[in-house]
């Protein structure tokens, strides 16, 4: 099993910046792309971005430009930075992880952007 633990969601006024932070625990050992999620209310949950173990990135393209996805292997985290934040940015954000064929996710946190 793994645990995901997400961190760093919070309200922030349009244009303005959050750092989200996702720590992996337990059976770690060959965890390879780790990502993010979102879903809005209403919406299906939609890929932000996912980095693989050598460090190869996606975005999906409504936040090119604006979120960068970093890991620290050492750490077992995975980092999502986000900038410019616009209030369709506004939803639940999950962590995953892909371990062997099984996919794990965090609890979610809420990031809202509004002013």
């Known amino acids: 099993q793994v645990q995901l633990v997400e961190s760093g969601g919070g309200l922030v006024q349009p244009g303005g910046s959050l750092r989200l932070s996702c720590a992996a625990s337990?059976?770690?050992?060959?965890?390879?792309?780790m990502g993010w999620y979102r879903q809005a209310p209403g919406k299906q949950r939609e890929l932000v971005a996912h980095?693989?173990?050598?460090?190869?990135?996606n975005y999906a393209d409504s936040v090119k430009g604006r979120f960068t996805i970093s890991r620290d292997n050492a750490k077992n985290t995975v980092y999502l930075q986000m900038n410019s934040l616009k209030p369709e940015d506004t939803a639940v954000y999950y962590c995953?992880?892909?371990?062997?064929?099984?996919?794990?996710w965090g609890q979610g946190t809420q990031v809202t952007v509004s002013s």
């Open positions: 995953n992880a892909q371990r062997l064929i099984i996919f794990y």
């Open positions: 980095i693989t173990s050598g460090g190869s990135t």
């Open positions: 337990g059976s770690i050992g060959s965890i390879s792309t």
